[in-house]
């Protein structure tokens, strides 16, 4: 299975200028973290992969189908940085409205809402109303609504951010077993939290590819001297300073 970015640009306004531009990407298996300062157009990438924009120039696929095609929508997942809880639902009701909104019919809605609550580990918090979670456990719902359809690719944008260190630890642990069925791409600014553990780094800088391959690879750009458990910060930074292109 490839998603794929070929060639694209994308300015928010036809008179400003790009925050993509001609950018090439394909997204490989596993679970990829997308990294880069404020402003580098990790949401917009983001935003294009799902579908939710189009680029100007240029084509967003999956196995060759066009992003804006129904097939493309149904086998890609988003999950924007702020869920809204729904009042009065619980969290399997919020979750099987989401998949009834994306064409399920209400009774395999329901069904696909416990197992995706089961997937987030949020089984126990099934029958609680969802303005009663929190932040992290409601993430996890929107974790779980992305993924109720049956979703091949999951993109999440900044998930952990504004959770605290046992929450982030909560989060990473779910990402591991997610990410061996389907392909997570996951864009956050908690460089030391993550990039040690997933399969695959991307790094944007003013909407270029500053660096995309293996974690091990991106990790390699830390200096010889690095203190132990700073390697990633580390990398980052060597990276950034550097302005290193592919
Ligand atoms: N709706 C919008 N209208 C106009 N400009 C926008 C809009 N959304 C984002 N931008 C601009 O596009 C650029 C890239 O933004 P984007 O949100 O993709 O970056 P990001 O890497 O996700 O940043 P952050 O880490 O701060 O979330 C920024 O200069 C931003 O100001």
């Given at each position: 299975m490839t998603l794929e970015l070929r060639s694209c640009t994308y300015a928010y306004r036809p008179w400003s200028p790009p925050v993509l531009r001609?950018?090439?990407?394909?997204?490989?298996?596993?679970?990829?973290i997308l990294l880069g300062p404020n402003g580098a157009g990790k949401s917009t990438l983001l935003r294009l992969a799902a579908s939710v924009t189009r680029p100007r120039k240029g084509t967003v696929t999956l196995d060759g189908i066009p992003s804006h095609q129904r097939?493309?929508?149904?086998?890609v997942a988003w999950m924007p940085q702020r869920i809204t809880a729904m009042t009065a639902l619980t969290a399997r009701e919020q979750?099987?409205?989401t998949g009834w909104l994306k064409g399920m019919n209400k009774r395999d809605a329901w069904e696909a809402a416990a197992r995706a609550l089961s997937r987030v580990d949020l089984t126990g918090q099934a029958d609680t109303r969802?303005?009663?979670?929190?932040?992290?456990?409601?993430?996890?719902?929107?974790v779980a609504s992305a993924?109720?359809?049956?979703?091949?690719v999951l993109?999440?944008?900044?998930?952990t951010a504004g959770?605290?260190?046992?929450?982030?630890?909560?989060f990473r642990d779910l990402l591991a077993p997610l990410a061996e069925e389907v392909r997570v791409l996951l864009s956050t600014h908690d460089v030391a939290d993550l990039a040690e553990e997933c399969d695959h780094v991307t790094v944007l800088d003013e909407g270029r590819i500053a660096y995309t391959g293996t974690a091990a690879g991106f990790l390699a750009h830390a200096p010889r001297d690095t203190a132990p458990g700073r390697a990633a910060e580390a990398a980052y930074t060597a990276l950034s300073e550097s302005g290193a292109r592919l």
């Open positions: 001609d950018l090439d990407y394909a997204l490989d298996h596993g679970l990829t097939s493309y929508r149904a086998a979750v099987a409205y969802t303005k009663r979670l929190s932040g992290g456990q409601l993430r996890r719902v929107g993924l109720v359809h049956g979703a091949r993109l999440l944008d900044e998930p959770m605290d260190p046992r929450q982030r630890r909560v």
